[in-house]
């Protein structure tokens, strides 16, 4: 489970990002179509680290 930070763009599309993983960031007309985008984003990457053999980075949790 990662944190996800979510809020509204200038262009009224929702931005999604996950701190933990830096190039991770997405977005979308709803709240539930960034969060799916992001989802999606997050999953992805973490595949691509695997397959390189690289570390999965830490989460890190923004109070």
Not at 11 to 19: S, T
Not at 23 to 42: F, L, R, V, W
Request: glycine content about 6%; overall charge negative; hydrophobic content about 35%.
């Amino acid at each position: 489970m990662r944190q996800v930070v979510l809020y509204p763009g200038e262009d009224g599309y929702w931005i999604a990002e996950c701190p933990s993983l830096p190039p991770c960031i997405s977005q979308g007309e709803t709240k539930d179509e960034a969060i799916n985008n992001i989802k999606e984003a997050m999953e992805l990457y973490l595949e691509l680290l695997i397959e390189e053999g690289r570390p999965i980075p830490k989460e890190k949790t923004l109070v």
